[in-house]
């Protein structure tokens, strides 16, 4: 990992990071997953989701008042105009160090590209069911409207698909394309790349479950909370 202060010697990403963090236990996250809510927004009941706002004073991790989620039209077709209203973070959940390892490293990431010192973090669970797939991106191939987006996955559960692409062209074939396993984390330029992940599918006669922490930098916020 880099040192929390911005290296002189590196720019911002010319195309895409993937880096796996080996040393960073998962099991002190996984369970946070478990109570989600529903994410009121998509139609079915596959999609949970938390959204938190926080910034680094020094090393340490500050969160951020509570703020809604907003993407314009242009960026959202499924939900865009609208101001979404999602519960934050545990608090229990950001005072884990594996947490808190996470979004230090996504925010180094961030201090090449942006001038902004905020980053939204988003908790999502997909789920999967013999009668129903999950869909992680249900706006499509898409751009979020921000400097930098990073996905780090942390777990995957009785689950087929969930392929996440970057396109160059939006009506282009993808030029990235992986499964994301535990650990492995994402980064990217918004303003380059569009980005997608296709549905999940059950692979028993069960609940098939997807887990992940999308981060952007800086965050998306209504128009009356900017």
């Known amino acids: 990992m880099f040192n929390i202060s911005k290296p002189k010697e590196l720019s911002c990403l010319a195309s895409y990071i993937l880096e796996t963090l080996p040393d960073l236990p998962l099991d002190s996250i996984r369970p946070f997953f478990d109570r989600l809510p529903a994410d009121p927004y998509i139609s079915g009941h596959y999609r949970f989701r938390r959204l938190s706002h926080f910034k680094f004073s020094g090393d340490r991790l500050v969160k951020l008042p509570h703020r809604r989620l907003f993407q314009a039209k242009q960026f ?48 999502i669970r997909t789920t999967a069911s013999p009668d129903e797939m999950g869909n992680p991106a249900p706006e499509g191939i898409h751009r979020d409207g921000v400097d930098l987006v990073g996905i780090f996955s942390i777990d995957r559960s009785a689950v087929a698909g969930a392929e996440t692409h970057l396109y160059v062209d939006k009506k282009g074939s993808p030029f990235f394309s992986k499964v994301l396993a535990p650990g492995e984390f994402l980064v990217f330029r918004d303003d380059l790349f569009y980005h997608f992940t296709s549905s999940i599918s059950a692979t028993t006669g069960g609940l098939g479950t997807r887990d992940v922490f999308v981060c952007t930098a800086p965050g998306l916020f209504a128009p009356d909370e900017e």
Not at 95 to 106: A, C, K
């Open 76 to 123: 959202n077709p499924l939900v865009g105009d609208v101001a979404r209203e999602y519960a934050e973070l545990e608090d229990e959940l950001i005072t884990v160090p594996e947490f808190q390892n996470i979004l230090r490293e996504f925010f180094q990431f961030s201090q090449l590209c942006t001038q902004k010192q905020e980053i939204a973090v988003h908790q």
